[in-house]
C-alpha cells in the first residue's frame, strides 16, 4: 500500500484510544467509570429532536446551499450578536457539520505553509494536527496555575511570537483545564493581536457551558470581528454531539471562502438538522437548562472527591465539564513517574477510566506538575460517588 506522504504529519485525538482501551475492559465484564471523553450522557432536548423528526416527515432531505439555511444563518447571526455585543449577519455565517471542521477550514483559508501558528498546550489536540498538515509551524503556549483556576502564560506565549507569526487559536473557555480568560487576560490577547498583526481562530465550543455569569468574547473587544473566526458548536450546550452540527462566524471575505472549502468537501451540512438548531436557539430552553444544573451537580460533586485524596488539588472551574486536578503530590506519594503507568495502574485497579495531560500535547522539558484531565459529562452522579470512592481507597 502506497499511503500518501502528507498522512504522516496528520495528528489525532489520543483520548479516543483511552476510550478504546476502556470499552474493552467493558466487554470483558468490568467496570468502567468513563471520565476520559468529552461526550455527554444526556439525550438531546425533546422539541429539538420532535423538530428534526417533522422536518424530515416533511420531506426536506434533499441538498441545501453550502453556506446552510439562511433562516438558521440568521438565527446564529442575531443570537451571536446578542451575546457578544457584535454587528454580523447570515453573511458572516456558514453552518458546519460540528465545531470540529472549522479548525481545518480557517487554517486552509488563512495559513500559508512556512507561518506560524501559536496555540494552546495543554490544548485540544485537533489544532496542532491541522496546522502540521498544512505545511504551518504550530508554536505551543501554556497555560499555569492562577489563585482560582489556570491562566495564559504570556511570558510564554509573547516569547514565541516572530514576524512569521500569523495566526493564533485561542481556545475560551478552556478545553481541558476549564480556564476562563479574565476581562484582563483578553485584553491583553485583543492587544497583542493588533500588534503583531493576527487573525485568530475563537475557540468557543464551551461559550454556553457554564454555571453562572455570562461568558466574554474576544470579537467583542474593537477591531476583533474582522480578525477573528468563531467556531460555534451545537455539540455542547444542546447535548447534540453525534448530530455534527456547528458554524463558523467570519468577517464576510472569509466566509465566502470557508463556503467553497464546504462545497468541496461535504457540499452542504445535512438539512434537516438545521431545522432543528433554529429550534434549540429560539425554542424552549428548560432542556438546555436541564443539562446545566446536571452538569454543576457533578462538578461539585467530582471536586470535592477529588481535592479529598492527599496529593491531588483541583479548581472548581465555572464553565465546561473538565477538571484538570494537579496530581504531582499523590504521583510522588506513590511513586509514579510516568503518566501511562499511573493512568493504567488507576484503570485496571478500579475502573476509573480518565485521559492525562499528555493527551492534550507533549509536556515541556521543564514542567514539573503532573495533571490528569477529567470529563464529568458522560458519567452519572451514582457512578461519580462509586468510582471516586473506588479511587480514594486506591490512592490512600
Ligand atoms: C475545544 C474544542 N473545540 C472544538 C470541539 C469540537 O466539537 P464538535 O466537533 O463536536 O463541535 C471540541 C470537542 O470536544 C473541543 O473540546
Redesign the pocket.
Known amino acids: 500500500m502506497r499511503i500518501a506522504h502528507r498522512i504522516n504529519k496528520l495528528g489525532t485525538e489520543t483520548a479516543f484510544s483511552v476510550s478504546q482501551e476502556a470499552n474493552n475492559l467493558k466487554a470483558q465484564g468490568k467496570t468502567v467509570y468513563p471520565f476520559h471523553l ?1 461526550d455527554i450522557n444526556i439525550i438531546t432536548p425533546k422539541n429539538v429532536i420532535d423538530t428534526c423528526n417533522d422536518a424530515m416527515n416533511k420531506g426536506i432531505t434533499g441538498y441545501t446551499s453550502n453556506y446552510g439555511l439562511t433562516a438558521l444563518r440568521e438565527t446564529l447571526a442575531e443570537d451571536i450578536n446578542k451575546s457578544r455585543g457584535t454587528s454580523y449577519t447570515l453573511d458572516n455565517v456558514t453552518i458546519q457539520p ?3 471542521p472549522v479548525i481545518g477550514k480557517f487554517i486552509m483559508a488563512l495559513m500559508n505553509p512556512g507561518d506560524e501558528v501559536l496555540y494552546p498546550n495543554p490544548g ?1 489536540p485537533i489544532y496542532e494536527s491541522m496546522i502540521e498538515f498544512h505545511g504551518g509551524t504550530g508554536l505551543a503556549y501554556g497555560y499555569k496555575e492562577g489563585k482560582t483556576n489556570f491562566e495564559i502564560d504570556f511570558d510564554d506565549l509573547e516569547s514565541k511570537i516572530t514576524d512569521k507569526t500569523k495566526i493564533l487559536v485561542y ?1 475560551n473557555l478552556h ?1 481541558p483545564t476549564g480556564a476562563e480568560s479574565s476581562d484582563e487576560e483578553m485584553e491583553r490577547i485583543a492587544k497583542l493581536v493588533v500588534k503583531h498583526d493576527l487573525y485568530v481562530l475563537c ?1 468557543e ?2 461559550f454556553d457551558l457554564r454555571y453562572h455569569g455570562d461568558s466574554k468574547s474576544l470579537t467583542s473587544y474593537p477591531g476583533m470581528e474582522e480578525r477573528c473566526v468563531i ?1 460555534y ?1 451545537f ?1 455542547k450546550k444542546f447535548s447534540m ?1 453525534g448530530w455534527r452540527l ?1 458554524a463558523a462566524i467570519a468577517p464576510k471575505e472569509i466566509s465566502e471562502v470557508i463556503a467553497k472549502l464546504n462545497l468541496n468537501d461535504e457540499s452542504c451540512t445535512n438539512h434537516f438538522i438545521q431545522y432543528a438548531a433554529i429550534e434549540a436557539i429560539t425554542g424552549d430552553q428548560s432542556g438546555s437548562k436541564q443539562i446545566i444544573s446536571s452538569l454543576k451537580k457533578r462538578r461539585d460533586l467530582c471536586v470535592e472527591m477529588l481535592n479529598a485524596i492527599d496529593g491531588v488539588s483541583c479548581f472548581s472551574p465555572n464553565a465546561t465539564f473538565y477538571l484538570f486536578p494537579n496530581v504531582t503530590g499523590v504521583m510522588d506519594r506513590k511513586g509514579y513517574t510516568s503518566y501511562e503507568d499511573f493512568r493504567k495502574d488507576v484503570l485496571y485497579n478500579t475502573g476509573v477510566s480518565f485521559c492525562t495531560r499528555l493527551h492534550f500535547g507533549r509536556a515541556k522539558a521543564d514542567e514539573k506538575n503532573k495533571y490528569i484531565r477529567f470529563a464529568y459529562s458522560g458519567i452519572d452522579e451514582k457512578d461519580i460517588i462509586e468510582g471516586l470512592t473506588k479511587l480514594q481507597e486506591f490512592l490512600k
Open positions: 468529552g460540528g465545531g470540529k485540544y481556545n478545553n475557540d465550543a464551551y467556531l458548536t455539540s454531539t456547528g
